[in-house]
């Protein structure tokens, strides 16, 4: 049966999906972020990151831009969608995190947006601390803070503030970004003011590339971290007052054996609680 012309929409609604495409490895891609990359018909991300989802855009519109070129690209991203096209702007890890969903949003902001000319859909992946955190063992079992060095778009003195603030309360801290060619000092100004609240010989884990080609995991202390080779690719995780290293893995404990007997599973008398 063919169709009143007049009854065709103009264009149909575009689609912005904000994909975060994990790690790097095709294995630690989400079942969804790959639906999204497959289902885009435009795929724009940073020229890094698209080499490493370079399998799955054959065929595709791909838009590549520099690192500092954010604002162009989520503005790039709107834009098409706009037009009706469906579009995945891409980034690692998880998209939601120090990723590009939030700047996508700011500019939907300034377009007007009114939450139906287009649709937009953010896909999570797995991000730096937790792929980073599984190829170390397991430091992440207790609270932890995630923060970022990067000093070119937040304050340095709010940042020294949220390093004091996790390192005193004995949370597990992620760093990322801790170091670029440019930034060199942060990472030693970190590493200060942990030495302030921890001992020397707190477990540091330093993971680069993750999953990727490159891989490199590095189990240390905060006394010794500068040591090893630190980058752009390269998150720390720096362990609690609780933090062990144990056959080469680095375990935060939760508390099971303050309660139990992790021997035979029984709870412990009060008495006996440590
Ligand atoms: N959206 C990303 C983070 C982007 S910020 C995510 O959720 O993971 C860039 C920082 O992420 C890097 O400086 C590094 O600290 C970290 N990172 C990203 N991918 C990584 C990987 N595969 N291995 C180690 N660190 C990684």
């Not at 649709?119 to 609270?143: F, K, N, R, W, Y």
């Not at 930034?183 to 590339?209: C, D, H, M, N, W």
């Not at 971290?225 to 995780?237: A, D, K, Q, V, Y």
Request: with cysteine; proline share 5%; glycine share 8%.
């Amino acid at each position: 049966m063919s169709q009143d012309p007049a009854s065709v929409p103009a264009s149909r609604p575009g689609k912005l999906l904000l994909v975060g495409f994990g790690p790097g490895s095709e294995e630690h891609l989400t079942f969804r972020a790959k639906k999204a990359i497959e289902e885009a018909e435009c795929v724009i991300g940073y020229r890094t990151y698209i080499d490493l989802v370079r399998p799955l855009i054959a065929g595709k519109e791909v838009i590549q831009t520099g690192m500092t070129e954010e604002i162009e690209r989520a503005s790039l991203a709107v834009d098409l969608a706009y037009q009706g096209r469906t579009v995945a702007l891409v980034s690692s890890g998880d998209v939601g995190i120090y990723g590009m969903a939030g700047l996508a949003f700011e500019v939907l902001a300034d377009r007007g947006w009114t939450g139906s000319e287009i649709s937009v859909e953010v896909i999570p992946g797995v991000t730096a601390l937790s792929s980073c955190a599984s190829v170390l063992g397991a430091p992440l079992m207790h609270d932890f803070a995630s923060i970022s060095l990067s000093d070119l778009l937040t304050p340095w003195e709010i940042i020294v503030k949220r390093l004091h603030a996790a390192a005193q309360a004995d949370f597990v801290v992620a760093l990322y970004n801790p170091k670029s060619s440019k930034r060199v000092r942060q990472i030693e100004e970190a590493q200060e003011i942990f030495l302030k609240y921890r001992t020397p010989e707190t477990p540091v884990g330093i993971v680069k590339s993750a999953t990727r080609e490159g891989e490199s995991i590095v189990i240390s202390t905060i006394s010794d971290m500068l040591s090893h080779p630190i980058g752009m690719l390269t998150t720390i995780l720096i362990g609690n007052s609780q933090t062990k290293i144990f056959q080469n893995r680095m375990v935060t404990p939760r508390g099971y054996q303050r309660k139990y007997d992790i021997h035979t599973g029984d709870r412990l008398a009060r008495s006996e609680r440590r």
